[in-house]
């Protein structure tokens, strides 16, 4: 098992200058007032200065670097608590199909996101995907934690190399991350809602929901900054890169989908891992329209704290609206 919190990953070693957050009070962790003022700060943002952010501006760039430095949460998964569970809640935790796919998704992110960053020419926007992908190494630390508080086995983990094509990479990775942090918001809130997840385990995981957040909020706003500062041929070549990320992620998810049919369950490599996992949090199953409109409200609730001039993932929640409204055509649920 590669997951453990002795992996010796550095962001460093792919951005050169990186240096990674201060370390926070030896009392973080365990004093509540520090623990809820991080947490508000995690969630609020606004730009002071007034007037529109116009994508691919200056201002943009710098709004959305200060956006994620400023929404940092210095919290350490050393000191997170795992709570002791009922003998039959652990039971369904530990059986939930996702902690393999979980770990790697970490893993595979932190690498891609690292060696994208370290291409960059722009200072801010180098240290804040550097920054993400030192968070994504922290997600996997408290995964591996987590993993060995309830005695969860975890499949070896491959070899992650960096990618040939590191803005391939980080876009399959970050487009990735829309796709799955959607269902994710509305699985965690489903958890928690059943009762699979307590409270204190729902408290324990809710920063690093709210990190996946700010990690798509700047992975849209990378992406229309970016774009908007391309020449005209290389603005052509990045689009249709783009879609080809897109045509990627759909065959991956559907081609995933047919084996698992296939294979009855078998799941090696679930990328699908947030959409099969509503049937095992929900206690008698979930309605898709239900779920769906769970998503959207988390998405909305997630997203409403920070300055509404950033811009949002736009794909997944409006081909959500989309499902809902033609599924709205189509007559009652069942
Ligand atoms: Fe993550
Ligand atoms: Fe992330």
């Known amino acids: 098992m590669d997951a453990d919190?002795?992996?010796?990953?550095?962001?460093?070693?792919?951005?050169?200058?990186?240096?990674?957050?201060?370390?926070?009070?030896?009392?973080?962790?365990?004093?509540?007032?520090?623990?809820?003022?991080?947490?508000?700060?995690?969630?609020?943002?606004?730009?002071?200065?007034?007037?529109?952010?116009?994508?691919?501006?200056?201002?943009?760039?710098?709004?959305?670097?200060?956006?994620?430095?400023?929404?940092?949460?210095?919290?350490?998964?050393?000191?997170?608590?795992?709570?002791?569970l009922e003998p039959a809640v652990r039971d369904r935790i530990v059986a939930l199909p996702i902690w393999d796919i979980a770990v790697q998704t970490e893993g595979k992110a932190r690498l891609r996101m690292a060696a994208y960053a370290g291409t960059l020419h722009d200072p801010a926007m180098r240290d804040a995907l550097a920054l993400n992908a030192w968070e994504e190494q922290r997600h996997k630390d408290v995964l591996a934690r987590m993993v060995a508080a309830y005695g969860i086995d975890l499949a070896p983990e491959p070899v992650h190399h960096p990618s040939r094509d590191p803005e391939w990479a980080y876009l399959v990775t970050g487009y990735s991350e829309c796709i799955d942090s959607f269902f994710a918001f509305g699985l965690f809130e489903l958890a928690r809602r059943s009762g699979l997840f307590p409270p204190a385990l729902v408290d324990t995981f809710e920063p690093v929901m709210q990190e996946e957040c700010r990690h798509i909020l700047l992975f849209a706003n990378w992406a229309a900054w970016h774009r908007a500062r391309l020449s005209f041929p290389r603005r052509v070549r990045f689009e249709a890169k783009v879609a080809a990320v897109w045509a990627f992620l759909a065959w991956e998810r559907i081609g995933l989908a047919r084996a698992i049919d296939v294979d009855g369950g078998a799941r090696p490599q679930d990328n699908n891992f947030t959409l099969h996992g509503a049937q095992s949090v929900a206690d008698n199953g979930v309605d898709v329209r239900d779920l769906l409109a769970l998503c959207l409200a988390e998405n909305d609730r997630r997203f409403a704290g920070y300055d509404e001039r950033l811009l949002r993932p736009r794909t997944v929640p409006g081909l959500a609206r989309l499902v809902l409204r033609v599924a709205g055509l189509f007559g009652r649920r069942r």
Do not use: E, I, K
Request: include cysteine; charge should be negative.
């Open 5 to 84: 919190a002795t992996d010796a990953f550095d962001v460093a070693q792919l951005v050169p200058g990186f240096r990674p957050p201060p370390q926070p009070q030896p009392t973080l962790g365990h004093d509540d007032a520090q623990l809820a003022a991080a947490d508000a700060r995690m969630r609020h943002w606004r730009d002071p200065v007034a007037g529109p952010l116009v994508p691919g501006s200056d201002r943009h760039g710098d709004a959305t670097c200060r956006m994620f430095r400023d929404t940092f949460n210095p919290y350490r998964p050393a000191v997170l608590d795992w709570p002791r």
